[in-house]
């Protein structure tokens, strides 16, 4: 099996991006490749069409090499529940609950079997795999047990990039250190280290660059400028970092940033507009005179509900709606409108039937079967007849209330009506589709909504969807690492 392998010093690198990168350079020059990350922990997920879930990065990282994502380019993905434990999902299906101190006991030779399995098949179709680790490979504590690091690369052989992030300061501490925790076998694998994140000029860091090359007799094979790309992150740290302000705005979009939020990537489109602004709130913030508020996915959509109530967000929510407020519900964000969740089973941790924010009438129960499944669908509101693709993640099962409500108060926000509802006024939106602003025509004639609203021109409807848009992402990506990457050396 041919691999180049991708480990970084701390979380938060650039292992994702510089693997994405690496996919579509070698796929432009003619090269069949696909991405691997043995186990992700991750709340951002994606379905692929055989209906599994995995780590949206890896997805990403797909559409990077040309290819369909397959659930064997991430076996192992891990979904935190917010009580110390996780979902588990090995090869596109859920197995299992676990707490992280059992998680080793129960699920590492069922996971390395997995990843071997996964490897081989990908091996059959790919001549080049790009795998990509997680966190440190060098964490002395986690390495006898650790899936997705050194171990992968040893399995393969494969020639490892070590990269790391130097606009935190310490990089050159980095490096050394990870080197020296790694076992002679694993530091022989390092081929070359990346430096990320560079602001300034070359000519100032090559001292440095010298100094770490005779050190370590491993050769710099790049130094990544600082990019401003808006690229998918895997977990909720990227939110701390993203820059909401851009002067040419002229919607402000609130997305409540939950305690468990998943696949906000759901708002990269939305980010890609340059006439809105996404500022993500934590529900402890005020919430203010946004132009619209989302509430987004959750791993837990009971504990997140709890933790808005505690906080006054979702009082200030339910004030926001009744003063003509635009607000949308998105999965667990759907469930969170309704007027009630019940988890009788205790699924998520607790037991019981809780009080929603009774904005929408449906009544939501937590079950154990998962739908996970992508979706074609035409949509009703904002405007009849667009198509809509995207996917379903979630475990409640939603019904409408029909007793005492108004049948013309509500309508179905797309033909199938289990998928969403929104009022008449279309102020309150609801719906279980992920990847809903993905789909350009869709999101502009929303958007144009809250424009209306605002006395604001309307924006062309007939733009492309998101994944064009992506694609030109993903290209400018490539180019811009490409001119500073030595890529040579590692290749077959």
């Known amino acids: 099996m041919k691999a180049i392998m991708v ?21 432009r020059r003619g090269w069949r490749v696909a991405p691997f990350k043995g186990q992700n922990m991750a709340l951002n997920a994606y379905v692929t069409a055989s209906g599994g879930e995995m780590g949206y990065a890896q997805a990403v990282q797909a559409w990077a090499a040309g290819v369909a994502p397959w659930v064997e380019m991430n076996p192992i993905l891990l979904k935190p529940q917010g009580d110390m434990t996780s979902q588990v999902i090995i090869k596109g299906r859920a197995v299992g609950k676990v707490s992280a101190s059992d998680y080793y006991e129960e699920y590492f030779e069922l996971g390395w079997k997995a990843i071997e399995e996964c490897l081989q098949h990908l091996a059959t179709e790919f001549d080049l795999l790009i795998c990509e680790g997680a966190g440190s490979p060098a964490e002395i504590n986690l390495k006898h047990r650790d899936l997705t690091n050194m171990r992968v690369a040893k399995y393969l052989n494969a020639p490892t990039i070590l990269v790391v992030d130097i606009d935190r300061g310490g990089a050159f501490a980095h490096v050394v250190g990870t080197l020296e925790l790694l076992e002679p076998d694993e530091r022989a694998l390092i081929k070359g280290v990346v430096i990320n994140k560079f602001r300034g000029q070359r000519s100032i860091l090559e001292p440095g660059i010298k100094w770490l090359e005779e050190r370590t007799g491993i050769p710099v094979v790049g130094v990544i400028p600082y990019l401003e790309e808006v690229f998918p992150a895997e977990d909720s740290l990227d939110l701390l970092e993203r820059k909401p302000h851009k002067h040419q705005a002229e919607l402000n979009i609130a997305v ?133 693709n995207g996917f379903e993640i979630h475990q409640g099962r939603s019904r409408i209330e029909q007793q005492g409500i108004d049948s013309q108060a509500y309508h179905p926000l797309f033909d199938d009506v289990n998928l969403g509802l929104v009022d008449s006024g279309q102020s309150v939106w609801g719906t279980y589709l992920h990847g809903l602003f993905d789909n350009g025509p869709w999101r502009r004639a929303w958007l144009n909504r809250l424009r209306q609203q605002r006395g604001l021109k309307s924006l062309p409807t007939g733009v492309a969807n998101y994944r064009e848009q992506r694609e030109q992402i993903l290209d400018s990506l490539a180019t811009e690492i490409e001119k500073h990457l030595d890529i040579a050396p590692f290749l077959p």
């Open 7 to 27: 480990v970084g010093t701390t979380s938060h690198a650039g292992k994702s991006l510089l693997t994405t990168a690496i996919c579509r350079i070698l796929s």
């Open 256 to 388: 409540i940033r939950l305690p468990r939020i998943a696949n906000f990537t759901d708002f990269d489109p939305l980010e890609s507009e340059p006439t809105v602004s996404v500022k993500y709130l934590s529900p402890k913030q005020d919430l203010g005179h946004p132009d619209a508020v989302i509430i987004p996915g959750t791993k837990t959509t009971i504990s997140d509900l709890i933790a808005l109530q505690k906080s006054g967000m979702a009082e200030a929510i339910q004030h926001y709606a009744a003063s003509g407020g635009t607000v949308l519900g998105i999965c667990g964000g759907f469930q969170m409108l309704g007027q009630m969740i019940a988890d009788p089973e205790g699924l998520e941790g607790q037991s019981g039937r809780f009080q929603a924010l009774n904005l929408l009438p449906i009544r939501t129960v937590i079950t154990g079967q998962k739908i996970a499944r992508q979706r074609q669908v035409s949509s009703n509101f904002p405007q009849i007849g667009l198509p809509v």
